[in-house]
């Protein structure tokens, strides 16, 4: 198997101020909560939005595991609608002593390039902000991070320097050379 060299850039916000948050999109884009720990859905969001850069880390997570890791206090799982149907999601983890990560985020390919990712962004970090206010026991948030890299969408850094992230960190690995897992065989006409 080839190697190829994967950057990887950390980011973060500091202060509730750094966010500068993007415009709504036009049209009917909601954002709402998946209150209820599912698996099965989680699991759908992480397969859909990742069908084409790349992201196999969970793929073979049992049902247990995606139990688990769900139903931690203050994971919160926020899903981007457009009419109806889940456009993307953001994935949010508290940390230790006020620190909450975003784990995942993005948007099914057929919603990239329709400003619902800015909106997402924008409003699931408010959220990170005050996760503390939701969950009692957890600290208050200090710190916003998440981490992009090579292998995700060609807009993914720009995305999250205008909302006011600032990176601290780069780093570069060689990682295997894996093929997509792409949509399940046929989704495509061709």
């Known amino acids: 198997m080839t190697?190829?060299?994967?950057?990887?850039?950390?980011?973060?916000?500091?202060?509730?101020?750094?966010?500068?948050?993007?415009?709504?999109p036009e049209g009917e884009v909601r954002i709402v909560r998946a209150e209820v720990p599912s698996p099965e859905f989680s699991r759908f969001?992480?397969?859909?939005?990742?069908?084409?850069i790349r992201w196999v880390d969970r793929l073979g997570w049992s049902h247990a595991r995606w139990q688990e890791y769900l139903a931690r206090p203050g994971v919160e799982t926020w899903v981007a609608y457009d009419r109806g149907t889940p456009a993307g999601y953001v994935e949010l983890e508290p940390q230790d002593d006020g620190v909450v990560?975003?784990?995942?985020?993005?948007?099914?390919?057929?919603?990239?390039?329709?400003?619902?990712?800015?909106h997402l962004l924008s409003y699931a970090t408010a959220r990170a902000w005050d996760l503390a206010d939701r969950w009692p026991g957890l600290a208050a948030t200090k710190r916003v991070w998440l981490h992009t890299c090579s292998k995700?969408?060609?807009?993914a850094m720009a995305n999250y320097q205008r909302?006011?992230?600032?990176?601290?960190?780069?780093?570069?690995?060689?990682?295997?050379?894996?093929?997509?897992?792409?949509?399940?065989?046929?989704?495509?006409?061709?």
Not at 45 to 52: C, H, K, R, T
Not at 152 to 155: F, L, M, P, Q, R
Not at 174 to 190: D, N, R, V
């Open 45 to 52: 969001l992480y397969a859909s939005v990742g069908q084409d």
């Open 152 to 155: 995700d969408g060609e807009h």
């Open 101 to 118: 990560k975003i784990v995942y985020f993005g948007l099914v390919p057929a919603f990239r390039g329709r400003r619902i990712g800015g």
């Open 163 to 190: 909302r006011g992230f600032k990176l601290f960190d780069t780093t570069v690995a060689e990682e295997p050379q894996i093929a997509s897992p792409g949509p399940w065989p046929g989704a495509y006409p061709g």
């Open 3 to 24: 190697n190829i060299p994967v950057t990887t850039w950390s980011l973060e916000q500091t202060a509730p101020g750094d966010l500068l948050p993007a415009a709504a």
